[in-house]
């Protein structure tokens, strides 16, 4: 049974990212760093439909506690697919914007996504097959108005992407990026109303996580073993 850890997993794409993997046969590893019990709560639902699951907590932005949680992960054997989902947005305009809200949004976003992926990468290498999909933004490739921390944050992990997809290509691992648009969901819901999704979004509504998480699985799959390096949009047109 291959692994995969999926970051972020308490929150609400990385709950739908979890639950699809798990339906497609690998043990999941649900991360949350506050929100644990969400975690736990998800490891449960998966293990209640005959999926197999465990949840971990560490704080991606700290680079030695998230050094000794992989290492615990993979003593029980290398993590094949691996979802860097974990995010975290702090907005305001540029001239407005405190070195706080900077600094936190690239440590989790930006970071997160090194501390997390390097310490994975070599035993993936000696299995020769890997999936590594990296959750973008199309903040990252548009830009927002507010969001300079994010877009920044989120465009360096595509930038990230295509340096490590030729890294990795003659070992057998892919790896590409997604970038959502606007996604129905907790972090969303009060932002966006339906007016406003109709005006933004040619499709006329938001996405849904069982969405984006139909995209991470596909990739994560062994039909896309010749996609790599590519930054994959689902936004209903948006872009």
């Known amino acids: 049974m291959k692994r995969a850890l999926v970051t972020g997993g308490s929150g609400d794409i990385g709950e739908a990212i979890c639950q699809r993997l798990a339906r497609d046969g690998l043990h999941v590893y649900v991360h949350a760093n506050q929100n644990i019990e969400r975690a736990a709560n998800v490891v449960a ?9 465990a949840a971990v907590s560490f704080d991606v932005t700290d680079a030695e506690a998230t050094k000794s949680a992989v290492e615990e992960i993979l003593a029980e054997g290398a ?18 914007m405190q070195k ?16 997390v992926t390097q310490p994975i990468l070599l035993p993936m290498m000696q299995t020769r097959w890997g999936r590594i999909i990296n959750v973008s933004s199309i903040a990252g490739v548009m830009g927002n108005r507010g969001q300079t921390n994010y877009a920044a944050a989120k465009a360096g992990l595509i930038g990230a992407t295509k340096s490590l997809a030729i890294e990795m290509a003659s070992r057998g691992i892919t790896v590409n990026a997604i970038a959502p648009g606007i996604i129905g969901g907790s972090m969303t819901k009060d932002v966006f109303d339906k007016e ?7 499709m006329q509504r938001a996405g849904k996580s069982e969405e984006v998480a139909a995209l991470v699985a596909f990739l994560a799959s062994e039909e896309a073993s010749y996609i790599s390096s590519q930054v994959i949009g689902i936004n209903g047109a948006m872009a």
């Open 196 to 202: 406003a999704i109709k005006k933004l979004v040619p």
């Open 45 to 53: 639902a998966i293990q209640a439909g005959g999926g197999s699951a």
């Open 79 to 96: 993590i094949q697919i691996l979802v860097n989902n974990a995010g975290f947005h702090d907005d305001a305009i540029m001239a407005g």
């Open 100 to 115: 706080e809200q900077w600094h936190k949004v690239i440590n989790v976003c930006l970071n997160g996504f090194y501390h």
